[in-house]
């Protein structure tokens, strides 16, 4: 009776590890950010009251493509994960899941996810999002071992939520719509750059080419992350800033200034503390701007 419990409770706790494993190669942190973003995309261009079944059905779709293109990606890159000390304890370098398992696992998803947006919702959120996981696996994920340029070309699939959830509501995309898609598109810029800047040994041991080799002193990444800033946060306060008037435009001139304020502070210290705190300060200041987007909603 007693092995009989011990071989129940091994076998149970086998299946969780192996569950948490699965939910890890999805990586839901990032999964958060593209759901808040989605619905940002779908709040906007709704007309009339909000159909909560139709965000459901975006958002379930949606996560289900971005869980598959996690998935697949990690599977890309699971020899290269297993040289970097930030990713070694992966499920995939760390030998918990099969590549093959992990392979079956991100197509399922995202041909579900694929399937469910273009019946539960329309064909075009379908095609966005499918068009989403090729452009990242295919452009993004190859070219972080050949080229910096990779963080350009990575942040239009990084944007590209934004338009699945616009076209969820509304089956086409509208101008305003690219205003969403600009602020997600220069927002990855300070977020990704600072990230790189955070990991560059372990990039450089794996083969990654996030930061330009001439870069040593990593002055000319800084000024990016400055340049790309300033222009995030002149942009947020562009196209609304007449219709939301004074509150709108105050509000995103704070929410500016503490981006800012961090970046500047990296601009004269290439420590990885700072380029922490950048980061994380991103992580804060983009909720903010959808919510204060969406408040002055026309």
């Known amino acids: 009776m007693a092995t009989t419990t011990v071989m129940a409770n091994l076998i149970s706790q086998t299946m969780r590890t192996k569950f948490r494993d699965y939910v890890t190669l999805t990586k839901p942190e990032v999964n958060l950010l593209i759901l808040m973003t989605t619905s940002a995309g779908y709040y906007l261009a709704a007309r009339g009251p909000l159909k909560i079944s139709g965000l459901v059905n975006t958002l379930l ?17 699971r020899v290269w994960d297993g040289q970097m000390r930030r990713t070694a304890s992966r499920p995939l370098p760390a030998g918990r899941v099969g590549a093959g398992e992990a392979l079956g696992f991100g197509l399922l998803l995202s041909i579900v996810g694929g399937l469910y947006l273009a019946l539960a919702v329309n064909l075009l ?4 999002a499918l068009s989403t996981l090729l452009s990242y696996l295919l452009v993004y994920t190859p070219l972080k071992r050949k080229t910096p340029l990779c963080t350009l070309l990575g942040a239009f699939p990084g944007a590209m939520p934004t338009l699945i959830g616009w076209a969820g509501a509304s089956g086409k995309i509208e101008g305003q719509a690219w205003f969403l898609f600009a602020i997600l598109f220069l927002w990855q810029f300070p977020h990704f750059l600072a990230i790189a800047l955070m990991y560059r040994e372990d990039y450089a041991q794996a083969g990654y080419k996030m930061l330009p080799g001439f870069d040593r002193d990593s002055r000319f990444t800084r000024a990016e992350i400055v340049g790309f800033t300033v222009v995030l946060i002149v942009t947020t306060m562009l196209p609304l800033a007449g219709r939301g008037g004074l509150v709108y435009s105050l509000l995103m001139a704070v929410a500016g200034v503490f981006m800012l ?19 994380h300060a991103s992580v804060l200041y983009l909720p903010v701007v959808l919510l204060v987007v969406a408040t002055f909603k026309s």
């Open 261 to 279: 304020y961090h970046v500047a502070k990296l601009t004269r210290s290439a420590s990885k503390v700072l380029a922490s705190r950048v980061v």
């Open 61 to 77: 779709g949606t996560l289900l493509v971005a869980s598959g293109t996690a998935t697949l990606n990690q599977w890309m890159e």
């Open 125 to 128: 959120s379908a095609i966005l």
